[in-house]
């Protein structure tokens, strides 16, 4: 795909933003802060970097992520907004002591990333979310644009783009790359969760042998 090509791609997602802000609709973002996150928030900032990017802060994060988020939120001028789970970590362990992501990811991932996220999908018109087909099997059965159940429309902007594509629009405007790229992370989520490059897919970095591809934010999406 040549540039121009590109620019047309991202002219349609402004027209889009501009649509729902023309219907007065209250827009978000939500962004993990990855390399591969980057051209949706550089595209955003274009747009209007008032747009709130909210980070779900599980407490479980990498330094490193919390320091490329930093960077990026003053290189792009974005308007960042933290969130964080109602329960503290003492209450987030299990019979044997243990955090829960030890023994059951699924209930850490909805206190700390569905469950914080459950308000603002309440209050909220439009959620801006990046996430692409090619991720993972799940991800290409959805829709540009789908309802929650709390009512709020996700807009999926980059759904169609390849990782080629956002490799391309990446190095363009050279764009800041997370520092464990080059450590042989591709997929960087909570530090327990995440392992180093996997050959057969990018999700696959994550819950590794826990038959886990979602953390919850997406999986309400999945068509039967
Ligand atoms: S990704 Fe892991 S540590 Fe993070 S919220 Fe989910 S289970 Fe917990």
Redesign the pocket.
Known sequence: MNWEQLEKLVDGIRQEILHYKSEDKQLFASSSFQTHSLPMLHIISRIDNTIPIYFIN?G?HFPETIQFRDKVVEEFGLNLLDLHSLVPKSQQRNRLGN???TSD?DY??Y???TQPMEPVLAKMDVWINGIRADQNANRRSMREEQMTPQGCLRYHPMLHWTAKLVFEYTKKYDLPKHPLDEKGYVSV??E??TRKFDLESERES??FGMNKTE?GLHTELIEK
């Open positions: 599980t479980f955090f829960y992501f990811p850490c991932c206190l700390n990333k989520g909570c327990p969760c994550r819950w953390c």
